[in-house]
């Protein structure tokens, strides 16, 4: 995200959360996404619905503050911390997507983990997507349970409470996050209809291999 100008990266958080809310990923002002930008991080303002958000209303934050302090005419999403915790941890990560889309927050619900119903889990970084223990929404804690949940994955599940996908620009993070609520979709009904079978862990490293290039980058 260096190499792009702030005007051209705040376009292009406005365009992922107009596309998350397009895609039903996201209903009303649920949902956010963060991108790093030099030393800062740009995030999603708070209750401002995708159709109404417009470049100049994205929060800017310091990733190395410890304050919460933010630049802008809103304040950034409440979900601010994990995104920034993400950031800091992550150095390959330059977006994180927060989607509280239908399929992925009925497992998160019943804090299901997704086994590897499917060969598509392996964009993920691995055989499972993980459910992090509950936190409440905003809290530290919350962040915590996030980043263990994300440990080697790009994507988890929040209990009780949704979803999270990382990757190196917001379009694959977006992708990912599409991805994932076709693949709770996909357990769920085969929940209801059977007991799914789990591909092995050969199975979705050998499909691991063929993800290098595919998806939206």
């Given at each position: 995200?260096?190499t792009?100008?702030?005007?051209?990266?705040?376009?292009?958080?406005?365009e992922?959360?107009r596309?998350?809310?397009?895609?039903?990923?996201n209903?009303?002002?649920?949902g956010?996404?963060?991108?790093?930008?030099?030393?800062?991080?740009?995030?999603?303002?708070s209750a401002?619905?995708?159709?109404?958000?417009?470049p100049d209303?994205?929060?800017k934050?310091?990733?190395?503050?410890?304050?919460?302090?933010?630049?802008g005419?809103?304040?950034?999403?409440?979900?601010w911390?994990f995104?920034?915790?993400?950031?800091r941890?992550?150095?390959?990560v330059?977006?994180?997507?927060?989607?509280?889309?239908?399929?992925?927050?009925?497992?998160?619900i019943?804090r299901r983990?997704i086994?590897?119903?499917h060969?598509?889990?392996a964009?993920?970084?691995?055989s499972t997507?993980?459910?992090?223990?509950?936190?409440?929404f905003?809290?530290?804690?919350l962040?915590r349970?996030?980043?263990?949940?994300?440990e080697g994955?790009?994507g988890?599940l929040?209990?009780?409470h949704?979803?999270?996908?990382?990757?190196?620009?917001?379009?694959?993070?977006?992708w990912?996050?599409v991805?994932l609520e076709?693949?709770?979709?996909q357990?769920?009904q085969?929940?209801l209809a059977?007991?799914?079978v789990?591909?092995?862990?050969?199975?979705?490293?050998?499909?691991?291999?063929?993800?290098?290039?595919?998806g939206?980058?």
């Amino acid at each position: 995200m260096n190499t792009t100008s702030e005007r051209a990266a705040r376009e292009a958080l406005v365009e992922t959360m107009r596309e998350m809310g397009a895609s039903g990923l996201n209903r009303g002002t649920s949902g956010n996404v963060s991108l790093r930008f030099g030393s800062a991080m740009l995030v999603s303002p708070s209750a401002v619905p995708p159709a109404e958000l417009t470049p100049d209303l994205v929060a800017k934050m310091d990733l190395d503050d410890e304050t919460g302090a933010w630049t802008g005419p809103r304040p950034p999403s409440t979900e601010w911390r994990f995104h920034r915790d993400i950031l800091r941890a992550r150095g390959e990560v330059n977006a994180v997507v927060h989607t509280h889309s239908p399929y992925v927050t009925v497992l998160a619900i019943l804090r299901r983990e997704i086994p590897a119903v499917h060969y598509m889990i392996a964009g993920f970084g691995g055989s499972t997507i993980r459910c992090s223990d509950y936190a409440t929404f905003g809290t530290e804690a919350l962040s915590r349970a996030a980043l263990s949940a994300l440990e080697g994955r790009n994507g988890c599940l929040l209990a009780n409470h949704g979803s999270i996908t990382v990757a190196p620009t917001p379009a694959r993070a977006l992708w990912l996050a599409v991805e994932l609520e076709t693949l709770a979709f996909q357990y769920h009904q085969a929940l209801l209809a059977g007991e799914p079978v789990i591909l092995s862990d050969e199975a979705i490293a050998e499909a691991a291999a063929k993800f290098a290039d595919y998806g939206r980058r």
